[in-house]
């Protein structure tokens, strides 16, 4: 008897695409309310940096363990678990917001942000089946990007409505949040506005039955022992450089890009701050899609140089540029970081034969990046002002810049030219 196909649930599809849209909301609001937490809690640049270093040093330490846990258990307990953290978290900072307890909060939050990354995407490949699975992971990324680019808009709309003195006017929810949101903290809404999204996931996804998931062997994580074979390689710890570096960067920029513009050009944090913040991620997400154009015609690697090259430009401009020149570069940098991401982690799978979902695990614990270079910057910055602090992010784009040179793949990626010439070689009887 033939076995019978895997039976496809379209509208599970649907619920993973959900799960990315609020892991980018809870993921990317950090960064535009900075300056409010700053000012609130009248924090020294450092001590701001420990924010985001708590969401992402939660992301180094829980990747790895996240991917042996879904394995003992299942994806469905494993996502119920990761935002019922996220729930905990935000709530927690809601109802008590004081600075330890921010730390706190994040922590908690980037823990369920960790185990929810590291259970959706091979849940996405067998609610879609395995042929449609390019196609529903690009577009959950364009979600994704999609609800990082509202994130600060949001943000943004209720800060300003509740500062209004008539918050009742822009409508019951904000009217219900003037309830309990202190006086004088109206970006605490956002963590009410958190913490109610995660318990509404909770609730939906508890009523949702989910497929059983048959990890391919690229997708299993892989023992403890396997993980210190594969870290020893060089190949690896370079490439586990990179996404710590690139993560670094990228959210380096998101995080103080809004305090420098206030910093330096008296921008307000809460109007063009925010919508500064909201174009970096909304360019990234239109970047991927030029992204998949240029991968199709150029070897990746050269995609990687060029982009990182418009990084380092916008990034010139936007920390040494006029008011006006840098309120622009800012969100320009997102649209040359955008193809950093899938270049790196496309080219360290292709350049190791084996153990594939192993490197995958060690590359996300690269993800603390976004813990340690922020909280440089913010130290540096607090010693010799933030325009030297965010100089950091040279060397973290410079590594990935980096990485186009010294990359040597043992597979390259296919583009037009290189199909063409194996096509031409297979016709004329050169490739069996």
Known sequence: MSPQPPVRRPYLVGVVLAIFFVIALLTNILGPIIPDIIHSFHLTLTAAGFLPFAFFIAYGVASIPAGILVEWLSEKKVILAGF?????????????????????????????MALLQVA???????????????????????????????????YSYFVRNLESGAPDRAGILVGMLARVV???????????????????????????????????????????????????????????????AYVGAEQGTANWMSQFLATYHHRDPQTTGALAVSWFWGLMTAGCAIGVVLVRR?????????????????????????????????????????????????????SVSEHHGTVSGILCTGIAGGA?????????????????????????????????????PIVNNETVAS?????????????P
Not at 200 to 207: E, Y
């Open 372 to 408: 340690i270079v922020p909280l440089a910057i913010g130290y540096i910055s607090d010693h010799f002002g933030l325009r030297v602090g965010i100089l950091l992010l040279y060397l973290a784009f410079g590594w990935v810049l980096g990485i186009g040179f010294w990359a040597n």
């Open 84 to 112: 019922g953290l996220a729930f905990a978290g935000a709530l927690f900072f809601a109802v008590f917001p004081v600075y330890p307890v921010a730390i706190a909060s994040l922590f908690l939050i980037g823990v369920g």
């Open 182 to 244: 202190p006086s004088g903290l109206a970006w605490i809404s956002v963590y009410w506005l958190l913490a109610a999204s995660s318990a509404i996931m909770v609730a939906l996804l508890a009523l949702v039955r989910f497929p059983k998931v048959e990890r391919q062997e690229d997708e299993k994580s892989g023992n403890w022992q396997t993980h210190r074979s594969v870290f020893r390689m060089p190949v690896v710890l370079l490439f586990f450089a990179s996404t710590f």
């Open 419 to 431: 199909r063409a010439k194996a096509e031409g070689s297979s016709a004329i009887g050169l490739v």
């Open 120 to 154: 959706i995407n091979p849940l996405l490949r067998v609610a879609g089946g395995s042929e449609h699975f390019a196609f529903n992971a690009t577009l959950s990324q364009l979600v994704f990007g999609c609800a990082s680019f509202i994130s600060p808009l949001v």
């Open 298 to 350: 150029f070897d990746s690697r050269k995609v990687l140089i060029g982009g990182s090259g418009l990084t380092l430009l916008m990034l010139t401009l936007a920390v040494f540029g006029s008011d006006a020149v840098s309120v622009v570069a800012f969100p320009l940098i997102g649209l040359g970081a955008s193809a950093m991401w899938p270049m790196i982690v496309s080219l360290a799978l292709n």
